[in-house]
């Protein structure tokens, strides 16, 4: 084998290529795995860069694993960004000027967060969070910047909004929708959000569009619901897209994603595809960190000839924002085949639950965070109605409260 030739090649080094690295090794499967890396620091856990910022951190703080563990693991783990794919020849090349070859390759490229096009402000100026180095820049910002203009009021906007209002910050949140993290709450719970945002300080408008920002001396000026509003930095949190740049150049099958099986095989034989980058049946992708490592591990599982069929795990999104613990599982604005909704308050947990057949569907509550694996586990195993009376009982159990002290 010469050394530019790899029997695995994996693309983009986060959660879903480490997690098919290590089911590959977990199977003593030690075939050398070059790990291509196109970021400027080990990898890291991503889910941890926005929720950060208070305290700040430094290059390598979330890594997922030391140095050592890449070359204990048979790994070369390579610092640059691949720019084509001749999947003819199996070859792939680099922006450094390398070219590779493999006998099968992972596309583990992620997502790119999706920068609205404003009238008045060139792409630089606007901040993102999708990669460590970005909320680098926007801590830099924060340092002699005191206004911030937050669009959209997904997970992202939100949890953005959260940190630089405890960083002492002035924020406006513009979101496009009607009430914060919309999709993923139902009115009750949204709304206890936007009060706890305002609560907070964050001036939020909702229903709104951001076309054009001005830029006089430094300071941003934009007009929303007729109001003439000033600030020092702007950050779009306005979602993200999967980045299938290199499947389109490897002349893959590509949807809004790189589409895959339930095996997370591509349209080509040789090449697999993981994570955000990958598009499944009915049009899903999923932008969540456990799916994405649920993937790396199944596509481990289809190169090792011990093929297990993709099921996607129940969505949930857990997050802790303006003093309040929001957990989210299987929610949609419509819940199909649902025939019972509870609604229950103790104290200051909200929880609703929702059941179809007598079994529960999907779950959100706000402030009952020590009880999420429990509610986790309720949802992935689809319990009835009567063990979620017994099993997660509200009022919480008495001996649990305790054994929380
Ligand atoms: C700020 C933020 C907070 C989040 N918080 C949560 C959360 O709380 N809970 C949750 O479940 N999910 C969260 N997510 C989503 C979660 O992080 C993603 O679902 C997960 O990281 C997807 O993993 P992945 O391996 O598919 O790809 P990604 O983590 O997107 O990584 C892809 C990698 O591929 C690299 N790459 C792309 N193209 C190339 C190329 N041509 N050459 C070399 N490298 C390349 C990229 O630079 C990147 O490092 C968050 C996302 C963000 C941005």
Redo the contacts with the bound molecule.
Sequence with gaps: MSSNTYPIIA???????ISFIRTLRKHNDQRPVLL????DRL?YK??K???NMVRGFGKDDFKMADPQWYSDQNVTLLY????NIDSNERMISTKSGKVFSYGKLLL????I?VVPVISGLDSQQIHS???AADVDRVLAACNNKQRFLIIGAG??GI?TADQLVRKGKQVIVANRMQLPLQKLFPETITRLLEERMEAHGVRLFKGVSVNSITEVDGVYHTRLNGENLEFDAVIACTG?LP?V??GRKAGLKVGQGIIVDEYLQTSDKDILA????AQHKNGVV???????EHQ?QLAALNLLDKPSAHTLPPFR???NVFGLYLFSGGYEAVIPDVDEVQEQRHGNILRIMYFSEGKLKAVVFANDGDRAKLYQQALFERWDKKRVAHELPLPPKMSFLFSLS
């Design positions: 693309v983009g080094a986060s959660i879903a290529a291509i890396h196109g970021e990898p991503r889910t860069i926005n929720k640059d960004r691949v720019i583990a490229t992620g997502a967060s969070v999708q990669n997970v992202e949890e993200a980045n740049e290199l993981a994570g955000d980058v999923t932008g969540l960190w456990h799916a994405a790396g999104l857990k997050t």
